[in-house]
């Protein structure tokens, strides 16, 4: 079900994130979570939510970001997708409490969930990982995840090195059909420069 993908990580390091290597999980499953609490936290509280949205929280690595939205939809719920198996069983264990959390492990568009089944998509620093020539695709079927109305939130690197232009993610949305609401790119303490937006399916 999940394809191997080779990329080359921040630290310059060819990661396959189907199958990282064990630092690679520590380092962004365990370390990461605590040190970046709080950056998770903030981005979590900055989406609006009534409490009984379905999300998606795609490229949900170590669910530092799901945690935080799962006790904001009580009556809602969280799906983590994630490609990389130890990182998602760290997630699972995370959300374990939270009956209305599930993480799914796969390809999103090889996963064959129901098209407009999500008010909510999250993407936060996962885009840019994955292989060029798969990123359309996934933001297409991302885009046929999500309901009419419903709000893609967006953050990713923006620095040359680790993250990608700008003008490359508005035109992956464009394709996708989605609107752009609001944009900018804004310094995030200690990723770097990274482009937050908030993309709506109108129709
Ligand atoms: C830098 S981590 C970020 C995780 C999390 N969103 C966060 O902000 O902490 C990127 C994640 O994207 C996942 N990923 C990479 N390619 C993917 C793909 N094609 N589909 C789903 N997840 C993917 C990786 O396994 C990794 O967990």
Not at 120 to 127: D, E, G, P
Not at 161 to 173: A, F, S, T
């Amino acid at each position: 079900m999940t394809a191997p993908q080779q990329k080359r990580s921040q630290t310059g390091v060819v990661e396959d994130f189907a199958n990282p290597p064990r630092l690679f999980v520590f380092v962004d499953g365990v370390l990461a979570p605590r040190i970046f609490h709080s950056l998770y936290r903030r981005y979590a509280e900055s989406i609006e939510l009534k409490g009984d949205e379905a999300i998606l929280d795609f490229g949900c690595g170590s669910g530092g970001i799901a945690e935080n939205l799962v006790r904001r939809v009580p009556n809602g719920s969280v799906t983590c997708v994630d490609v990389s198996p130890p990182m998602l069983a760290v997630a699972a264990r995370r959300l374990r409490r939270y009956p209305n959390a599930r993480c799914i492990v796969g390809r999103i568009e090889a996963l064959d969930l129901s098209a407009a089944s999500f008010d909510v998509v999250v993407i936060h620093n996962a885009l840019h990982d994955i292989p060029e020539p798969e990123r359309t695709a996934t933001v297409v079927e991302l885009a046929r995840l999500l309901r009419p109305g419903g709000h893609l939130h967006f953050r990713e690197p923006t620095d040359d090195k680790h993250g990608l232009r700008l003008g490359v993610y508005r035109e992956l949305m464009h394709t996708a059909g989605l609107l752009e609401l609001r944009g900018r790119e804004e310094k995030v303490f200690p990723v770097g420069p990274m482009f937050d937006a908030v993309f709506a399916k109108t129709e």
